[in-house]
């Protein structure tokens, strides 16, 4: 009998299904609720793209369908609490207390799902221009309170393994309530809220503001719900507060109902969402399809797998790429860390190690353009700059960032005497380049932004262009396959649709406050006395405020917070809002809640917190980069060509000298402490950018060099 072959190493090297989403199915359903929730997120994304490209929405209507619908999925999808096993044996008397807190819950909601529905026939489906006020004279109170009970039950019983339970269903019914409520009255809506609310405005407000919460915490866990929490507490609490957080106070009505317009919920960041984000990840559910993905890895490993340290420089290449499309770190170093990280313990890579460069390469997949995740959607929104320009701002910061990566990488390497993977084991280049088309899509996307084409349409056609593609590949796209992607990009934007819209909440609660204007004076008065420390203040407020939340939610708030007080400072928009969004993004790799590093130690098996700080010192370099285009503003492209050559040059030899200090290795030989000293002192001169302090620096690695020579001298006697 013949031996069966052997799996070779090279089949298990090759990537495949590095870009799917994790977690993307959610809880377990029941068959019917599969099919339910299948033909509501195809429908879902339908909805969206055929807005976007032939039947506009108006404005609000569109965002609170956007917002109803995404919560609508979110809560059949995912679970308020892990499930119990069907096969244990439940208490009786919890069995009892669930189903009466069902009835309690169910009967409010079944009335006012059929007096919203009554509200939208009476608008839409009769001449009347407005609904009566009659029938929602207890819709409110009966409302908001279904909503309280339901979710309560969700935190109290824990479901079973199987299916989406009776709370979740009432709660199903409510968002469809309070969004058909908003709808049939959006009119009035526009023009009372946050000015002259109704009691009823205020009660619909409020559930719709407890549903965006509750599932934030089901998707994205409690560290954005607690800082929206207390931002909410904050609008009530501040008569009593000291210093510049104190402010004059805000009735019930008024706040809730401020909150869901324009200025909250249903502005910039929800805009952005309903747009770009629900357009891109349509867009990135379509590569993946197609395996585009698959590719990019596998093209990556072919280029450097094979060498020092290779798996590790295959991570930041290839989560450069996967992460600027799906737009989350954690979620980036799942996906693509599940191939790299085992391959970098294999080279030799300590596991903490291994988790930290796959943690500061995905985070940095956020800042790479054209797609940048979607903080560059939100940075266009907010600062009105258009998203050409952004993209092209950032070139220069992502390249000094995944060179910094690159370095500490490659400079680990030489100090363990580390190797890279066998040609033998990785996919061969020459077939990879043959598939070359393979990034068709991406350079369709980039050519017609700087054709003239609109965000909206170029993101269209780079979908399309995927769909094409497809057909050149074994993994060709028929009706099934498209409606498969379909399915899955509504679940893929579920996090990021209730991320931004809870950072709506505390994008809407500063506005109202004016606790931002405060903060900028404050950061104005810091700089009469040094302009770097209240750069310094800023980048730590940046960090603090986005520890634990995804890369979105940060990027909203410190814009809303921070970059004010920079452009008070006199520094253009652009620097400014670069500057925010640079440290939102490293806050998933600063300890001591690092969202990217946690994911990476989870693959990786090591302890999280120091898995957290050897991110933090691997990314070391790059948190000098956004003082590097604050002093140097040509690095985000602005000016003439001769200084901008000048400075990034500059910039990267003084990233080379930080990133080999950082290591203690540099020129072929380990540092001495003292020398070290030197190298950081070369790096800082250089990075910031003027001719006396480069002279300087140029001076200080030439010793650094001679040094590092004799140093390798008096070591290669002993060797031999």
């Given at each position: 009998m013949a031996e069966s072959k052997p799996e070779t190493v090279a089949e298990r090297?090759?990537?495949?299904?590095?870009?799917?989403?994790?977690?993307?199915?959610?809880?377990?359903?029941?068959?019917?609720?599969?099919?339910?929730?299948?033909?509501?997120?195809?429908?879902?994304?339908?909805?969206?793209?055929?807005?976007?490209?032939?039947?506009?929405?108006?404005?609000?209507?569109?965002?609170?369908?956007?917002?109803a619908g995404g919560l609508m999925i979110g809560l059949g999808l995912y679970g308020s609490i892990a499930p119990t096993d069907d096969s244990t044996t439940r208490n009786?008397?919890?069995?009892?207390?669930?189903?009466?807190?069902?009835?309690?819950?169910?009967?409010?909601?079944?009335?006012?799902?059929?007096?919203?529905?009554?509200?939208?026939?009476?608008?839409?489906?009769?001449?009347?221009?407005?609904?009566?006020?009659?029938?929602?004279?207890?819709?409110?109170?009966?409302?908001?309170?279904?909503?309280?009970?339901?979710?309560?039950?969700?935190?109290?019983?824990?479901?079973?393994?199987?299916?989406?339970?009776?709370?979740?269903?009432?709660?199903?019914?409510?968002?469809?309530?309070?969004?058909?409520?908003?709808?049939?009255?959006?009119?009035?809506?526009?023009?009372?809220?946050?000015?002259?609310?109704?009691?009823?405005?205020?009660?619909?407000?409020?559930?719709?503001?407890?549903?965006?919460?509750?599932?934030?915490?089901?998707?994205?866990?409690?560290?954005?719900?607690?800082?929206?929490?207390?931002?909410?507490?904050?609008?009530?609490?501040?008569?009593?507060?000291?210093?510049?957080?104190?402010?004059?106070?805000?009735?019930?009505?008024?706040?809730?109902?401020?909150?869901?317009?324009?200025?909250?919920?249903?502005?910039?960041?929800?805009?952005?969402?309903?747009?770009?984000?629900?357009?891109?990840?349509?867009?990135?559910?379509?590569?993946?399809?197609?395996?585009?993905?698959?590719?990019?890895?596998?093209?990556?490993?072919?280029?450097?797998?094979?060498?020092?340290?290779?798996?590790?420089?295959?991570?930041?290449?290839?989560?450069?790429?996967?992460?600027?499309?799906?737009?989350?770190?954690?979620?980036?170093?799942?996906?693509?860390?599940?191939?790299?990280?085992?391959?970098?313990?294999?080279?030799?890579?300590?596991?903490?190690?291994?988790?930290?460069?796959?943690?500061?390469?995905?985070?940095?997949?956020?800042?790479?353009?054209?797609?940048?995740?979607?903080?560059?959607?939100?940075?266009?929104?907010?600062t009105g700059i258009p998203y050409t320009d952004l993209i092209v701002a950032a070139i220069i910061p992502a390249v000094l960032y995944f060179v910094s990566v690159f370095l500490v990488v490659d400079f680990e390497a030489q100090k363990h005497n580390m190797r890279g993977l066998s040609k033998s084991e990785l996919p061969q280049f020459s077939q990879l380049i043959k598939q070359v088309y393979l990034f068709l899509p991406i350079i369709i996307l980039v050519g017609a932004l700087f054709m003239g084409y609109s965000v909206i349409r170029a993101g269209t056609l780079a979908l399309m262009s995927a769909f094409v593609v497809s057909w050149l590949t074994p993994h060709r796209m028929g009706a099934k396959e498209v409606i498969g992607a379909l399915d899955l990009s509504a679940r893929m934007a579920i996090q990021l649709i209730a991320v931004c819209a809870c950072a709506g909440i505390i994008v809407g609660v500063i506005g109202l406050t004016g606790v931002g204007l405060r903060f900028s004076s404050m950061l104005l008065a810091i700089a009469e006395q040094s302009q770097i420390i209240a750069l310094f203040f800023a980048m730590l407020i940046s960090i603090m405020l986005g520890m634990g939340m995804p890369t979105t939610a940060a990027y909203a708030v410190a814009a809303s917070v921070v970059a004010p007080g920079l452009i008070q400072l006199g520094i253009s928009p652009l620097v400014a809002h670069f500057f925010v969004f640079y440290y939102a993004v490293l806050s998933a790799i600063t300890p001591p809640v690092a969202l990217a590093s946690y994911a990476g130690a989870a693959l990786a098996g090591s302890e999280p917190l120091r898995t957290s700080i050897t991110s933090f010192r691997i990314g070391l370099s790059a948190f000098i980069v956004p003082f590097m285009f604050f002093y140097s503003p040509s690095l985000l492209m602005q000016g003439d060509w001769f200084p901008i050559m000048t400075h990034v040059i500059t910039a990267l030899i003084g990233i080379y000298m930080l990133s080999g200090g950082i290591v203690g290795y540099i020129f072929n030989a380990r540092l001495a402490l003292p020398i070290r000293a030197l190298t950081f002192a070369a790096a800082l001169m250089l990075i910031t950018g003027g001719l006396t302090t480069d002279l300087i620096g140029a001076a200080l690695i030439v010793a650094v060099f001679l040094l590092q020579r004799i140093a390798v001298k008096r070591e290669t006697p002993r060797e031999a």
């Open positions: 090297v090759l990537a495949s299904g590095v870009d799917e989403e994790p977690g993307a199915l959610g809880r377990p359903l029941r068959s019917w609720e599969s099919k339910f929730f299948f033909a509501f997120c195809v429908l879902y994304t339908v909805f969206h793209l055929l807005v976007l490209n032939l039947f506009p929405l108006e404005t609000w209507a569109f965002r609170i369908l956007h917002v009786p008397s919890l069995i009892l207390a669930e189903r009466v807190m069902a009835l309690i819950a169910g009967l409010p909601a079944l009335f006012v799902t059929a007096i919203a529905a009554y509200g939208l026939y009476e608008v839409f489906g009769t001449p009347a221009k407005f609904p009566s006020p009659a029938p929602y004279e207890y819709f409110g109170l009966a409302l908001a309170g279904s909503t309280m009970v339901a979710i309560g039950s969700g935190w109290l019983f824990r479901p079973r393994a199987v299916g989406a339970p009776l709370y979740d269903w009432i709660l199903l019914l409510n968002t469809f309530a309070a969004s058909a409520y908003l709808m049939a009255n959006l009119t009035p809506w526009q023009f009372r809220a946050g000015v002259m609310p109704t009691p009823v405005d205020a009660w619909v407000a409020f559930t719709g503001i407890l549903l965006i919460l509750e599932v934030t915490r089901r998707v994205a866990g409690l560290a954005l719900l607690i800082i929206s929490g207390l931002f909410v507490v904050y609008g009530f609490i501040g008569p009593w507060l000291p210093g510049f957080l104190k402010h004059g106070g805000y009735s019930f009505d008024r706040f809730f109902t401020y909150i869901y317009t324009d200025n909250g919920i249903l502005g910039p960041t929800t805009a952005v969402s309903s747009t770009y984000i629900m357009l891109f990840i349509a867009f990135a559910a379509f590569l993946q399809a197609s395996k585009v993905g698959d590719y990019f890895v596998n093209f990556a490993f072919a280029a450097a797998g094979h060498k020092r340290g290779g798996p590790a420089k295959v991570a930041v290449f290839a989560s450069g790429l996967m992460g600027m499309i799906n737009g989350t770190s954690a979620g980036n170093v799942v996906a693509t860390g599940s191939l790299t990280i085992p391959l970098m313990k294999r080279v030799g890579y300590k596991p903490q190690v291994a988790a930290s460069v796959e943690a500061a390469a995905s985070s940095g997949g956020q800042i790479m353009p054209p797609i940048m995740g979607a903080g560059a959607f939100i940075m266009a929104e907010v």
